[in-house]
C-alpha cells in the first residue's frame, strides 16, 4: 500500500525561485495537511484542507499556497522562495474529522533555500 | 488555542530498561485526544498510542503504555523494555474538533543504548 507519497524529496533552491510540492494519498481520505518541521520546534501546520476544493490557513501560511483540486492530491507552492523556508515538509492525511482519527504522514521533503 | 509542551528536549535509556516521556498540555475543550506518534531516523511518522480523554482508563499498546492525568492536563509515554528500534524523535499532539487539526509539541529524541 502507498499510503501518502510525497515528491520530490530533497530540493535545493536559490532565493526567489518557486517550486511545488505534490502529495498523494490512495485512502480515500478527506482531510489533507502540509506541517514544516524545524529542529526544536516540533511541526507547525502550514495549510490544510477538509476536502476537494476546499483549503484553509494553517498556523503559518505567509509564503505559501495550496490547492486540492483532486480528492487524493495536495499541492503546496513557494512562489518566492526564502532562506526561511528551509524546512522539512510533511503532508498527512486521515479520513474523518473526529478526534479520534490518527494522522497518515508521507516520508518528507527536505528543502534548502540557499 | 491548544498549546502542548515537552518540556525533555533529548533523552537516554539503557536497553531493556523503562523510560517515560512527558507532555503537558492546554485546552479549554472537553472532548479531544491525545496521540504519541514515533519519528525514527527514516523521518516516517507512525502512531504510538492514543489516548481519548472521556476515558479514565490509560491506553496500552505492548510495551508502551500512557499516565493520562486529565485535571493535571499531563500525557506521559511510558516504554517498557526498551529496544534499540525504540530510538527516534516522539511527539505528543492534541486533536480536537476543530476540522480536526493536530497541535504537535516539540518533540523528544530518545536514544536507546545497547
Known amino acids: 500500500n502507498a499510503g501518502v507519497t510525497q515528491t520530490p524529496k530533497f530540493r535545493v533552491l536559490k532565493t526567489g525561485q518557486s517550486m511545488t510540492l505534490l502529495c498523494a494519498q490512495d485512502m480515500n481520505h478527506e482531510y489533507m495537511y502540509w506541517y514544516r518541521q524545524d529542529p526544536g520546534m516540533g511541526l507547525r501546520l502550514i495549510h490544510y484542507s477538509v476536502g476537494e476544493g476546499t483549503t484553509a490557513k494553517g498556523e503559518v501560511p505567509d509564503g505559501y499556497n495550496v490547492s486540492r483540486l483532486k480528492k487524493q492530491n495536495f499541492l503546496l507552492g513557494l512562489e518566492s522562495a526564502a532562506p526561511s523556508q528551509t524546512s522539512v515538509y510533511f503532508c498527512?492525511?486521515?479520513?474523518?474529522?473526529?478526534?479520534?482519527?490518527?494522522?497518515?504522514f508521507g516520508s518528507g521533503t527536505q528543502l534548502s533555500v540557499l | 488555542a491548544q498549546t502542548v509542551t515537552q518540556s525533555q528536549p533529548e533523552m537516554s535509556v539503557q536497553e531493556a530498561e523503562t523510560v517515560t516521556l512527558s507532555c503537558t498540555y492546554d485546552t479549554s475543550e472537553s472532548n479531544y485526544y491525545l496521540f504519541w506518534y514515533k519519528q525514527p531516523p527514516s523521518r516516517q511518522m507512525i502512531l504510538v498510542i492514543r489516548q481519548e480523554a472521556y476515558k479514565q482508563q490509560n491506553a496500552t499498546e505492548n510495551r508502551f503504555s500512557v499516565n493520562f492525568q486529565k485535571a493535571a492536563k499531563s500525557f506521559s509515554l511510558k516504554i517498557s523494555d526498551s529496544q534499540l528500534g525504540d530510538t527516534a524523535m516522539y511527539f505528543c499532539a492534541f486533536k480536537g474538533t476543530n476540522a480536526g487539526k493536530s497541535t504537535f509539541g516539540d518533540g523528544t529524541t530518545l536514544t536507546v543504548k545497547p
Open positions: 498527512a492525511s486521515s479520513y474523518r474529522q473526529s478526534s479520534n482519527e490518527k494522522l497518515f
